[in-house]
């Protein structure tokens, strides 16, 4: 059981492993607005089928309720020079993952407020480690010098966690994992060899993480989402906020006519821009050459045509290495399933990228 707990629905995907391949027993979308996040999970599990369990349940959450951060630490070198053996890595390593949670910790109190028994830091890991100046796969076997570690840490939210975890063991699911969106971009790049910049459109913010080199190089998220496009719509053509949704639908699946299509697209170019702008922003806080690919996915019903993200302005203010492609990350370049009608529909990417981290192919 894959879900993807919003701010306004609980995305789900229900997967069984079988000798021939990976099959989709049920999947959707429920609204969270008039019932807790408890009676929806209950909601949802309804509609597996009778003769089905769950043994595992990998969930994941709004960058507002699940954060990440990056963090460099350096170590001098220690005289005199030396080559580093496998107790000296460990303790080393070990060191560091225990400074970077203190760290990490103050941080995210200093900037947000929010008190440290409200949240828990579920993972800190090293992303990359370079010996003066070259990088490493380890530490042991080369000679001791300036040490730098790039490390990834993830904070959760207790709040939004307990209806999670109450449900999953009222169900007897004991196998409760929660992974943020970044360990999940990491393992898809890394297992098929995908260097980009990528976009998950999520309700109200977007987060952005360039993963290059092997490794994620940088995470951000900006204060723009879906819900700034839906609104748009709503107020733009003076349409109730479920009504400017389904419009929205509509003009994605392509059912409105050409007409209609070009004038909706002369009005969202403001917000594109907008949106490319705040883009275009964060990535130049990442001070690094950008890999040539943009994969855009999520709760992307606005940018259907994803090659107004970044005009050329954008593009020309940004050290990519050349110039990029813009595309959908779509289920299908995650793993193929069998009878899945929205293979090709980017709002379901991040729960097959979930799921990949529990290796369904």
Known sequence: ??????????????????????????????????????????????????????????????????????????????????????????????????????????????????????????????????????????????????????????FLLEPPFLPVEQFAKSHGIYDIRVVHITEAIESFAKTHNQEGVYLFMEEAKTQIVVHTKGHIAFVGAIPMGQSAFTEFFSEMLGMRTTTAEAFQEQYVQGKLSQAVREKLQTYLLPEMEKFGTLVREKLLDAKMALPDAIWVFGKTRAVHDIQNILGDEELQELPFVQKPETRFLLPKDIFGVKDFLCLDDPVYTALFLLAATTNPQ
């Open 1 to 154: 059981m894959i879900v993807r707990v919003g701010l306004e629905d609980i995305d789900f995907l229900f997967l069984q492993k079988e000798p021939t391949g990976v099959n989709v027993l049920s999947y959707g979308s429920e609204d969270i607005s008039h019932f807790t996040v408890r009676q929806t999970l209950e909601k949802i599990f309804e509609q597996l089928p009778k003769t089905r369990g769950v043994q595992e349940l990998v969930a994941t959450f709004p960058e507002s309720q699940f954060n990440a951060q990056m963090l460099e630490l350096t170590l001098p070198p220690i005289l005199p020079h030396h080559l580093v053996d496998n107790a000296e890595a460990f303790s080393v390593e070990k060191d560091v993952l225990a400074r970077a949670s203190r760290v990490f910790q103050k941080s995210l109190f200093r900037e947000s407020g929010i008190l440290p028994g409200e949240f828990s830091l579920r993972k800190v890991k090293i992303l990359n480690r370079k010996i003066d100046g070259y990088a490493v796969s380890k530490l042991q076997g080369f000679q001791r010098g300036e040490i730098v570690f790039s490390l990834l840490g993830m």
